[in-house]
């Protein structure tokens, strides 16, 4: 179904949102971005998405032209546009430098761009959950913290296509990279969880990876749920030898991941961690 879109305040169809070619976001990559959605109608942990994308955009030294209440009334006004009915929301926010001459001197772009995306949040397939899914461990590097820094939740998605690229020609739904260490990280558009021994475990920060808002608060209904929960460096046979796995994300939940290439991860089949944990997710989505 076709999206709406907000483009520095003007509310449009998909066909008439334009941008211009010389911003920079288009031909540098500089911006930064946020995925959300909604649960009943409301959009799950603002607040949470709202301090990463400052943080994301302090990174790259762009300071965001709205306050957090701002945003969400537009937020709100785009989705309240693209005639949902009862279906949930996907929501996309891109900030970018905005247009400016072709330098990559800041003071060339002094008005950021804006682009607000609002669509119907598409189904997951139920079998990915039923069954679990393959992901593929690429040899594509998880960009470098002195590079562009996985923290930052850049619209610079080169990286995670490549990586994701590599994956789906080896007839895999997600790609798993490691850092310049060798080290696990997270999937292209996932963060990435293992369970040993009833304890979960997940890579630290310090690995060098985005810090997923669901991957956060899993980590929370975790503990709460009286799970042992760990924050552990993880290498390639922390994965391959684990009872279960699974990655989140914001339009993923809770997915496990039940072979990794050519190797069954546990069963095979979905494990009951991450049974516990999508429950406590959608109970703690519900709620709010
Ligand atoms: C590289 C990467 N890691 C992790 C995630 C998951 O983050 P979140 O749970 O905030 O959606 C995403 C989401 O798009 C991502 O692109």
Redesign the pocket.
Known sequence: MAATVNVNGRISGERDAVISVFDHGFVYGEGVY??LRTYDGRLFLYDR?MR?LRNSARMIELELPFTDEGLHDQISDTIGAANLGTREAYVRVLVTRGVGDLTYNLNATPKPSVVIIAKPLPDQPAEIYEKGVKVALVDVVRNHPQSVN?MI?SNN?MN?ALAAQQAFKRGAFEAVMRNYRGELT??????LFVVKDSTVRTPPLESG????????IVLEIGSELGIQMSERVLRDGDLLDADEAFL????REVLPITAVDERTIGTGEPGPVAHKLMQGLRGRARAL
Do not use: V
């Open positions: 946020e995925t998405h990463r996985p939740k998605l995670s997270e999937c292209a558009t996932a963060n990876l985005l810090p997923g808002i669901t991957r956060e989140t994300s914001t339009t």
